[in-house]
C-alpha cells in the first residue's frame, strides 16, 4: 500500500506562486498516471493535471499556461508549480495514482491553497 503525502499549501496573494509536492512511501515508477486533483468549497473535486510515466502532460483549462507538473521516479516525488495564482485557485489539493486507466487508486490527504486578494 502507498501513501502520498502532500506538502506546500498555504496562502498567498493572488499573483503569488507556490510549489506542491507529493511524496509517495514506495515507488511512483509503478505508477503509469500521476496527478493533482483540487476541491474548492461547495464544489466537485476536479482534475487539475496529470503526468504519465512517460513524462506527457495534460492540464485543466483554467490552470493551463500557469502550472506546471513533474515527476521524478527516483525520488518518488510528485511537484505542481503553480505560478500567477488567483483567487479562484483556493482549494484543496490532492496528490493521486493509478497504475493503469480507469480511477484513481491512491489518494493524499490534501494540501490547503488559499489564495487572497
Known amino acids: 500500500q502507498v501513501q502520498l503525502v502532500e506538502s506546500g499549501g498555504g496562502l498567498v496573494q493572488a499573483g503569488g506562486s507556490l510549489r506542491l509536492s507529493c511524496a509517495a512511501s514506495?515507488?511512483?515508477?509503478?505508477?503509469?498516471?500521476m496527478a493533482w486533483y483540487r476541491q474548492a468549497p461547495g464544489k466537485q473535486r476536479e482534475l487539475v493535471a496529470i503526468?504519465?510515466?512517460?513524462?506527457?502532460?495534460n492540464y485543466a483549462y483554467s490552470v493551463k499556461g500557469r502550472v506546471t507538473i513533474s515527476r521524478d521516479n527516483a525520488k518518488n516525488t510528485v511537484v505542481l508549480q503553480m505560478n500567477s495564482l488567483k483567487i479562484e485557485d483556493t482549494a484543496v489539493y490532492y496528490c493521486?495514482?493509478?497504475?493503469?486507466?480507469?480511477?484513481?487508486?491512491?489518494w493524499g490527504q490534501g494540501t490547503q491553497v488559499t489564495v487572497s486578494s
Open positions: 503526468i504519465s510515466s512517460f513524462g506527457s502532460t
Open positions: 493521486a495514482a493509478r497504475r493503469s486507466s480507469g480511477p484513481f487508486e491512491y
Open positions: 514506495g515507488s511512483i515508477s509503478n505508477f503509469n498516471d
